[in-house]
């Protein structure tokens, strides 16, 4: 069985800097996919990344698939309160069934 | 257009009880899979189908059991609770099984005590 782990557990930083969160395996992956989850709510799809070195840009997210396919992250620029949550990375297997890793929890204070 | 919806939002039960979730997918999808969110952790995978048919199962005992209906909504059904077994419950509805996007609901909170 193929795990994801992600880097931090717990991220706490203040309105308007950068932060970046990691996501690992110890296999290659074809695809994976990042989430973001509120609080009272359900994942919500953010990107999939499917090419080794890939790079996503998604407003002030920035998503990077690493060249050797075992390895994302996703950095956020300028960082709003609005961008609180729960980061999830996530594989997506054989008939669309979803692996997650255990998520990165970023509070963004005003 | 309405998004997956989910009932009830929240339950309280006792250990050793029988609880039934439900989960009304988008219209037109076709697929519904469950997920099981424990405090602090990711969704873990706990059932998929398809047009009615069981298509994957995760990790989980046989006290977990699903079945979706013609009109496509699903139940998940879970017996002889545990306190282990307090999370929060996850349904996500997508076209198919393809590389189709999951939506997912908000959410079922279970409190088993």
């Known amino acids: 069985t193929q795990l994801l782990e992600q880097s931090p557990q717990f991220l706490s930083i203040q309105e308007g800097e950068n932060l970046t969160v990691y996501c690992n395996s110890s296999s290659v992956f074809s695809s994976l996919q990042w989430y973001r989850q509120e609080p009272g709510e359900g994942p919500v799809l953010l990107v999939t990344v499917v090419t080794g070195g890939e790079v996503k840009k998604l407003k002030r997210l920035t998503f990077q698939f690493g060249d050797a396919r075992k390895d994302s992250s996703l950095h956020i620029t300028a960082a709003q309160p609005g961008d609180t949550g729960l980061y999830l990375c996530?594989?997506?297997?054989?008939?669309?069934?979803?692996?997650f890793g255990g998520g990165t929890r970023v509070l963004v204070k005003p | 257009d309405a998004g997956v919806t989910q009932s009830p939002t929240h339950l309280i039960k006792t250990r050793g009880q029988q609880v039934t979730l439900r989960c009304s997918p988008i219209s037109g999808h076709k697929s519904v899979s469950w997920y099981q969110q424990v405090l602090g952790q990711g969704p873990q995978f706990i059932f998929q189908y398809y047009e009615k048919e069981e298509r994957g199962r995760g990790n989980f005992p046989d006290r977990f059991s699903a079945r979706q209906f013609p009109n496509y909504s699903s139940e998940l059904n879970v017996n002889a609770l545990l306190l282990g077994d307090s999370a929060l419950y996850l349904c996500a509805s997508s076209l198919g099984l393809g590389s189709y996007e999951q939506y997912f609901g908000p959410g079922t909170r279970l409190t088993v005590t």
């Open positions: 996530a594989l997506r297997t054989a008939g669309n069934k979803l692996t």
